[in-house]
């Protein structure tokens, strides 16, 4: 066990709907990430905060968002699903900008 | 970009033998991480190790930041070391992006 949690485990939805994913990273972490991880493209990056500010953000598309909130845990929030977005969406968590430790992961499918 | 390589992509090992994943980058790197991603789909963080060599059991892994490169050993492989083994790289350039390579896919065979 990581220590972070990630909610929900699975979620299922259709086309054009707007779903929040909540990350709980690790007592004492600051910094939380979040991934994508599909079959055709691999790990991606898609958002880093550190202490409720965004850091740096990678391929995150405009229909996404998150934020980090002052007891820092962390949301993001997918919208007008489409087809693609189906994926493993894992959060992860750092003290500041190192060793970091991965949720269990939300498996979000769009049908 | 940075572009990230893991090879071999995939490995069949019988149990109790060695093996040496490697990690190449394309260009300077904050940080390297290796991840094993097991069969039910969670990432363990294995070392953190942006240069030098660690050892953990039966792993280890050394990075040569210079020349670019990442290799994790695994001695006396076990059936439990099956999975997708991830390098994953914080380049010096673009912020606090942290990039994966596409991993290798070991499988161990009892």
């Known amino acids: 066990d990581s220590g972070v949690t990630q909610t929900p485990k699975h979620l299922i939805t259709a086309t054009g709907q707007r779903v929040t994913l909540r990350c709980s990273p690790r007592s004492g972490d600051l910094s939380v990430y979040w991934y994508q991880q599909s079959l055709d493209q691999g790990l991606q990056f898609l958002i880093q905060?550190?202490?409720?500010?965004?850091?740096a953000k990678g391929n995150i598309l405009e229909r996404f968002s998150a934020q980090q909130f002052p007891d820092l845990h962390s949301e993001l929030n997918l919208s007008s699903l489409e087809l693609g977005d189906s994926a493993l969406y894992f959060c992860?968590?750092?003290?500041?900008?190192?060793?970091?430790?991965f949720g269990p992961g939300t498996r979000l499918t769009v049908l | 970009g940075i572009q990230v390589e893991q090879s071999p992509p995939d490995l069949i090992l019988q149990e109790g033998a060695n093996s040496t994943l490697r990690c190449n980058f394309s260009d300077s790197v904050n940080n390297l991480q290796w991840f094993h991603q097991n069969p039910w789909g969670q990432l363990i963080n294995l070392f953190y190790i942006p240069s030098g060599t660690k050892q953990n059991g039966r792993l280890s892994a050394t990075t040569v930041a210079t020349e670019r490169y990442s290799l994790l050993y695994i001695s006396s492989s076990q059936t439990t070391d099956s999975g997708v083994y991830f390098c994953?790289?914080?380049?010096?350039?673009?912020?606090?992006?942290?990039?994966f390579g596409a991993g290798t896919r070991l499988f161990v065979k009892a």
């Open positions: 994953a790289v914080d380049p010096n350039t673009g912020g606090f992006k942290t990039i």
């Open positions: 992860a968590s750092s003290e500041h900008t190192d060793t970091q430790y």
């Open positions: 905060y550190y202490n409720g500010e965004e850091r």
